[in-house]
């Protein structure tokens, strides 16, 4: 029988791209499945509803801001009050940036961090807490191939993501006697609609991003299978793709090679694409 069959679901970010794919995924693999759909995108969320509720399964809406520690609190209580038992929670909402480390303002930080690293910190307290209770739950937290990948024009992105991946191997120990396990999400690119919530410094990192998120090979359904696959073999690093995997290998063996060889190719690139974009 399938990992996600009969299971409660809360997935933050549901309402677009890998949030939706992961909860329409596990309807079409689980059957029985209950789900709250997390999000500020209220007609998108309307959207994942209509078709989680076309695949026979139940599912609300509940309209939270992630980076709000008390709207997070609240979600978790509503989410128990709907669902009863919690058993698969998926922190993944999140915004995006590029731009050089000295361009971006004070105020992106906080923007960002705020979302996608505090945003899965609050998650995991509000409902890692609920499910020590339990003693079962599975916390899935959205990171990136860019916690290792250090590539140069996203220090942001990264730092948040990095928190991501660090916070996730942490309370993976912390929680396991406990019954509850953790994962760490790492896919690269995949097409979404990460652009509309992209804040980027320079129209040549605007144009770049934009072809990244909307002209790659991986489609959000492809991503979110790959990942349930290993979520239901509790991976600690889910790693989707093979340039994933690679990344993750090389970075952890060859740490200093993967920063110098942006420290070289950082000045020609960035050349290059002012000149392509940069316009
Ligand atoms: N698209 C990619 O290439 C890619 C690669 C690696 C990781 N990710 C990560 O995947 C996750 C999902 O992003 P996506 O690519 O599906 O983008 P998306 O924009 O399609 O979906 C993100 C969802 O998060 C919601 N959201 C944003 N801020 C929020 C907040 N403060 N509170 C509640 N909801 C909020 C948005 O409304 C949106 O519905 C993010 O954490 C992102 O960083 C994306």
């Known amino acids: 029988m399938s990992y996600y069959h009969n299971k409660n679901v809360v997935i933050t970010g549901g309402s677009s791209g890998l949030g939706r794919a992961y909860a329409v995924n596990i309807a079409k693999r689980g059957g029985g499945n ?29 309209r939270c801001d992630v ?22 929670v998926f922190n993944n909402a999140g915004v995006a940036s590029g731009g050089q480390f000295l361009d971006i303002p004070a105020e992106d930080w ?15 307290r509000a409902f890692g807490r609920i499910m020590q209770q339990q003693g079962s739950g599975h916390l899935v937290n959205t990171a990136s191939l860019a916690a290792f990948g250090a590539l140069p024009g996203m220090s942001l992105y990264n730092t948040a993501k990095a928190g991501v991946v660090m916070l996730s191997e942490t309370i993976r120990a912390e929680f396991a006697g406990f019954g509850v396990r953790v994962s760490a ?25 934009r072809l990244a998120l909307t002209k790659n090979q991986y489609s959000a359904d492809y991503i979110a299978n790959k990942c349930l696959d290993q979520i239901a073999k509790n991976k600690l690093y889910v790693l989707p793709t093979l ?13 200093r090679m993967v920063v110098g060889i942006g420290a070289r190719t950082y000045p020609f690139a960035m050349k290059q694409l002012k000149a392509r974009f940069a316009k």
């Not at 709207?71 to 669902?83: D, I, M, N």
Request: hydrophobic share 40%; proline share 3%.
């Open 185 to 209: 999400v790492c896919p690269s690119f995949l097409r979404t609609n990460l652009m509309e919530r992209t804040r980027t410094t320079a129209p040549e990192i605007e144009k770049v991003t």
């Open 243 to 255: 340039d994933a995997k690679i990344m993750w290998r090389v970075k952890r063996f060859f740490p």
């Open 110 to 124: 906080d923007w960002l961090i705020g979302i996608n690293l505090l945003g899965v910190v609050h998650g995991c």
């Open 67 to 88: 980076s709000q520690c008390d709207q997070v609190e609240q979600l978790a209580r509503e989410s128990q009050e709907y669902l009863g038992r919690i058993d698969l």
């Open 34 to 62: 209950k789900f709250v759909i997390a999000d500020l995108d209220e007609v998108r969320g309307e959207e994942t509803l209509a078709q989680l509720t076309a695949l026979g399964a139940q599912a609300k809406f509940i």
